[in-house]
Nanobody, 122 residues
Framework: VQLQASGGGLVQAGGSLRLSCAAS????????MGWFRQAPGKEREFLTG????????YYVDSVKGRFTISRANAKNTLYLQMNSLKPEDTAVYYC????????????????WGQGTQVTVSS
């Protein structure tokens, strides 16, 4: 499975970015997908996940109401719309695919994209 994240960049606080993650190599529509991030000096943290049909989404509190995960199965693409960005959102953002099909709350993300840098200036 190959995952290619894109869409990162430099944005001012309060701004928005939309990340994309193109998937190939297996049936995208069978798997829960997620977004993670890793800030300098910190561990990688889970942000949000979306079930294989897109009908179930879940978020950590720090991004709830500001970030929106979505997917287009026909395009094998995952998205993360990020609004009201804060300097503390600065990190490398990773998309990930669950290792087990049809597991809406994924227990193990095993496939990872290369990451895309998001920098939010104050």
């Amino acid at each position: 499975v190959q995952l290619q994240a894109s869409g990162g960049g430099l944005v001012q606080a309060g701004g928005s970015l939309r990340l994309s993650c193109a998937a190939s190599g297996r049936t995208f529509s069978r798997y829960t997908m997620g977004w993670f991030r890793q800030a300098p000096g910190k561990e990688r943290e889970f942000l949000t996940g979306i079930s294989w049909t897109g009908s179930i989404t879940y978020y950590v509190d720090s991004v709830k109401g500001r970030f929106t995960i979505s997917r287009a199965n026909a395009k094998n693409t995952l998205y993360l719309q990020m609004n009201s960005l804060k300097p503390e959102d600065t990190a490398v953002y990773y998309c990930a695919a669950c290792g087990t099909s049809y597991e809406w709350r994924c227990q193990s993300y095993v496939y990872w994209g290369q990451g895309t840098q998001v920098t939010v200036s104050s």
